[in-house]
């Protein structure tokens, strides 16, 4: 299953976890137009050969060219005809990852590291760490969680206990 999860902006990004290989990530960040608004049908080319099967994205209520965001990433998934469309509020999605509802993207950026150390969290070109991977990445983990598709094998399940990995035979 191919799991998007997409943090709108004018630096957002989208993170890709396919479940059959959940520790690898993949990010496209959001194309933009001359005008720095997003390009849907850029984004749209670079989904369609993925394929995915879930597109969740957050719903944001204060800042209108972010609904308006929205609205395009919601579109597109619908056309790529994706088997689960999830639009979260932020609070619901960062509580439930983060275990608060902090408007500090350092928490986030911690909890994406923390989850998912080889990622990469770094935009070409750019020095730092991009916050907007992070939370395109816990978005689509919010997904995972509430569906029952987390903890992934090898991945602690609780205080000092871990999920074993499968063995090479696939049991």
């Known amino acids: 299953m191919i799991v998007v999860g997409c943090d709108p902006g004018v630096d957002g990004s989208c993170a890709i976890i396919d479940t059959a290989a959940p ?8 194309p933009l137009n001359d005008d720095r608004e997003l390009d849907a049908h850029g984004l749209f080319m670079q989904l369609l050969d993925l394929s995915p099967d879930v597109f969740c994205t957050e719903l944001t209520f204060r800042q ?7 609205g395009e990433l919601k579109a597109i998934a619908k056309i790529l005809q994706v088997n689960d469309l999830i639009v979260v509020p932020v ?6 990852v983060l275990g608060v509802s902090s408007k500090d993207k350092q928490i986030s950026v911690h909890k994406a590291q923390q989850l998912y150390p080889t990622a990469a969290f770094v ?5 730092t760490v991009s916050h907007d991977r992070c939370e395109a990445l816990l978005l689509a983990h919010y997904y995972l969680v509430t569906h029952g598709l987390y903890p992934h094998a090898g ?6 206990r871990t999920v074993p990995a499968p ?3 696939g049991g």
Do not use: Y
Request: proline fraction near 9%; glycine fraction near 6%.
């Open 23 to 30: 520790t690898v990530v993949t990010f496209i960040d959001l």
């Open 64 to 70: 209108p060219k972010l609904q308006a965001m929205t």
């Open 91 to 96: 609070s619901t999605w960062k509580r439930k």
């Open 123 to 127: 935009k070409p070109r750019c020095r």
């Open 155 to 160: 991945q602690q399940n609780g205080p000092g």
């Open 167 to 169: 063995d090479a035979e």
